[in-house]
């Protein structure tokens, strides 16, 4: 459809992908009146910070391992395209170049054999007949009421049994094959700070009306060789049974003394050139203490130098209380919405929006970026933004990037089952076989990453050898990961499943969302690995740009290994100071004047009873 | 406090030209044509209707021109509780593409979301898709179906009146799509949510 003639040929700013910081850079040219040109060679958003339903997952590692099926531009600029006297273009590079050693698997049969279907039909013979009959009742109502003409209601889609509300037993990859739709899976999660950058510049901006997020529940460790939840409130504190009386008084004393900026340079004296651990063993805290503070709290290692262990916990100990029980959100579908959000706001104030459509150079003449040639077509602008995975390598230092490990885990129920759908952060100490913190994000249905029943298992650490060698032990320690042979796949799996699980397969269900399984019989049994993923991404936030790129092409990193998102609002807030030096970042946009609400604090309560508390000048009504 | 009793979000998609904001104007605001620069900075537009007694607002989205490329982020559909799906009634291309819109709906939408088909501009004399041609297809995918005119308001208002009493009465039974009745919408200057299981704007 989209016909490369109608895209203006000249604009303010052309930005090539859709990532992170090419995203907040494009909103916040568009926000102070600059026309922006926004275009990507994929069919979707967000580059290497998308995520992907199942079924686009399986493209994407496709692409990734079949280069060439990859979005390429289909004409040769150089016959469509002229070369003006003077002029020279510089060709972009594929961005699937950073993406390797990637591995998909599956661990769960195709599909059941006759005899399973059997015995399942039978199981669920009555909630299929319940699911029916109120079907049929609801699809009396409609078209009598109303005038709006609607013959058919029942389609096909609706009558297939979905996953987890009437399958108890066994997974299947057509299972998960069927609900493809409903995974979210993340290719660089990450978390943000209740009070970090990217909370605030959404706030600041107003562009969180387009996005939603989950508090996450609670922060656990690896302590002793189990899991372990941090207490990371006071609340915590005392309520925990890890922790003595004793303990709880000298870790609140410890946290208070990071937080108390007055005597900061007195307590620390001293210190300044030493380890955080060195700082926290002269506090005299107890093996327990010192692994909470120093590993999950501060997300540091032994060798963490002591005033940045200190400005971690600072950070940590600043987003608590602000939404929910841990300082931590995750992005309802997934961190590849938050692209978008900015996209959108590009998008209102006039950027036009291109996908599937491929940079192939950029047009460079007297050392300046003249415009981008793509699907035979010169486009003409003042500043070119692009991500640096498609980059000229002559644009480079040519420092080799480090790189990212990343391990993606769909299970069968949570790492620690609660009584409520947990999303858990756990930082996984550096230990003697991974000499790397792994940052494990889990993620349940109700974030929309999975469907019902199912658990989606985030790793990331920073890359020493293949992504697999880097997790797979840690893996192990969390997960149970069977291999299933090809011949495997139609043998009833019904006795492997019964010794792993320990239990009637029956209840996989109900441990997993409601939590409402036997705690102790579950509670040692670790989740089923159902499909994993695992593949390395270079890292690109520490590579600078050779000093022979254009002055107005404008390079953005790809994902880092923070857990935040505070790289990239600091990055296109530079890169923006850079092209616009006198114009705000992403000032407030406006809401529609009808929605500020004046007068009353209006509570909403949900089914739970809980209340929602709200400002007067609420800005975003909620029914 | 204002009160209205329910909010839900509508959002519209359908080829470019085909009248989209020219509906949701002409409903919000009564106005056509509604002048292009206008929709600069422009969101969504807001009207608050009653429906048997009870207040309920609208928020309706337009595409923000992502559609001219077919390029419209994924975050647009979520959380819409109904999808209006708009084509021009004197253009057959805009009809061609409804299947196209019908997958990257199916993709990205709630299932449960309620699906209009609108067959707008039916003042034009050149007409190209009969109206039982529009009908007919929104009954193979199980969509509502109405013909409109943004320009002379005909069948606007009860478009959106419509459904507006169509989400209500779901909401009253509970079919609709929980995302609402779950999240709360917390202010910058809100420093609590009630409950860390429910889900947080941020604003």
């Known amino acids: ?623 | 406090m204002e009160d209205y009793k329910f909010l839900f979000k509508v959002v519209l998609v359908g080829n470019s030209g085909v009248g989209k904001t020219c509906l949701v104007r002409r409903f919000t605001q009564g106005l056509f044509p509604p002048g292009q620069g206008a929709t600069i900075g422009v969101d969504f537009m807001i009207k608050t209707v009653e429906i048997d007694g009870e207040k309920v607002k609208l928020q309706i989205w337009d595409t923000a021109g992502q559609e001219r490329f077919r390029s419209i982020t994924q975050s647009y559909y979520r959380s819409a509780h109904a999808l209006i799906l708009v084509y021009d009634i004197s253009c057959q291309p805009t009809f061609d593409c409804l299947p196209d819109w019908l997958r990257e709906i199916e993709e990205y939408a709630s299932n449960k979301v309620l699906r209009i088909l609108v067959g707008n501009k039916m003042d034009r004399e050149d007409r190209e898709i009969p109206i039982h041609v529009g009908e007919g297809f929104a009954q193979r995918h199980d969509m509502y179906f109405l013909e409109t005119s943004a320009k002379e308001a005909e069948n606007v208002e009860k478009l959106f009146m419509e459904i507006a009493a169509e989400l209500m009465e779901q909401a009253r039974s509970k079919e609709l799509p929980r995302y609402d009745t779950i999240s709360p919408t917390i202010n910058g200057r809100t420093t609590s949510i009630g409950d860390n299981s429910c889900c947080s704007k941020i604003s």
């Not at chain 1, 991500?387 to 949570?414: E, H, M």
């Not at chain 1, 994000?441 to 999975?450: D, K, L």
């Open chain 1, 1 to 623: 459809m989209a016909s490369a003639n109608d895209l203006p040929s000249t604009c303010d700013v052309i930005v090539v992908g859709t990532g992170m910081t090419e995203s907040i850079l494009a909103a916040a040219a568009s926000r102070v009146g600059k026309q922006v040109l926004h275009i990507d060679g994929n069919d979707y958003y967000g580059g290497l910070w998308a995520s992907f339903n199942l079924d686009n997952l399986n493209k994407w590692v496709k692409d990734c391992e079949n280069p060439e099926n990859f979005a390429s531009d289909p004409d040769d600029p150089n016959s469509d395209v002229k070369i003006n006297n003077g002029e020279e273009f510089v060709f972009l590079q594929n961005q699937t170049s950073h993406i390797s050693n990637i591995e998909v698997k599956w661990h769960i049969p195709k599909k059941l054999t006759e005899t399973q279907v059997e015995q399942w039909s039978r199981k669920s013979q009555t909630s299929q007949e319940e699911k029916e009959s109120s079907e049929s009742d609801e699809s009396k109502s409609p078209t009598e009421e109303h005038t709006l003409s609607r013959k058919h209601t029942n389609s096909e889609s609706e009558k297939m049994p979905s996953v987890g509300f009437t399958r108890n037993g066994n997974w299947t990859q057509e299972d998960l094959m069927r609900d493809y739709r409903r995974f979210n899976i993340d290719l660089a999660p990450k978390l943000l700070f209740a009070r970090g950058s990217l909370v605030e510049l959404l706030i600041s901006s107003n562009i969180a009306r387009y996005t939603e997020f989950h508090a996450v529940t609670r922060v656990l460790t690896w302590l002793d060789g189990e899991l372990n939840a941090v207490p990371c409130s006071r609340a915590d504190v005392f309520a925990t049974r890890h922790v003595s009386v004793v303990e709880k008084r000298m870790l609140m004393k410890l946290l208070t003394g990071c937080m108390d900026s007055d005597n900061l340079v007195q307590e620390f004296q001293g210190f300044e050139s030493k380890t955080f651990l060195e700082y926290l063993k002269s506090k005299r805290l107890t093996a327990h203490l010192l692994h909470y503070v120093l590993y999950a709290i501060a997300m540091g290692t032994d060798t963490t130098p002591c005033m940045e262990g200190v400005e971690r916990t600072q950070r940590f100990l600043n987003s608590l209380g602000r939404y929910g029980n841990t300082p931590f959100l995750w992005p309802m579908y997934g961190t590849g919405e938050l692209p978008q959000a900015f996209c959108r706001l590009c998008a209102v104030f006039g950027g036009t929006y291109c996908l599937q459509h491929p940079a192939k150079a950029l047009v460079v003449a007297n050392e300046r970026c003249v415009g981008v040639v793509s699907c035979g077509q010169r486009l003409m602008a003042e500043h070119v933004v692009m991500g640096i995975a498609q980059a000229p390598t002559q644009y480079l230092d040519g420092q080799q990037p480090s790189g990212i490990s990343r391990g993606v885990f769909i299970t069968n129920k949570s790492i620690m089952p609660s009584e409520k759908e947990p999303l858990t952060f756990l930082q996984f100490p550096p230990g003697p076989s991974h000499p790397n913190p792994v940052t494990v994000i889990e993620v349940g249905p109700s974030t929309h990453a999975c469907p019902q029943g199912l658990f989606m298992v985030h790793m990331t650490c920073k890359q020493s050898k293949s992504a697999k060698e880097d997790l797979q032990e840690i893996a192990s320690f969390l997960l149970t990961q069977e291999d299933v042979s090809p011949s495997d796949y139609d043998i009833s799996t019904d006795n492997r499943s019964t010794q792993t699980s320990g239990q009637d397969p029956h209840h996989h269900h109900s441990e997993g969302a409601s939590g409402s399984g036997d705690e102790a019989a579950t509670v040692r049994t670790k989740p089923q690995v159902l499909w994993s993923m695992y593949f390395n991404c270079l890292e690109t936030s520490k590579n600078s740009y050779s000093p022979n790129a254009p002055e107005n092409v404008h390079l953005c990193s790809g994902p880092d290994l923070e857990l935040d998102f505070e790289f990239s609002v600091q990055q296109a807030e530079r890169l923006f100071k850079k092209m616009y030096p006198d114009l705000e970042f992403l000032p407030r946009a406006p809401d529609p004047e009808e929605i500020v609400i004046e007068g009353d604090t209006p509570e909403v309560v949900d089914e739970d009873g809980n209340s929602f508390e709200f400002d007067e000048e609420v800005q975003q009504p909620s029914s």
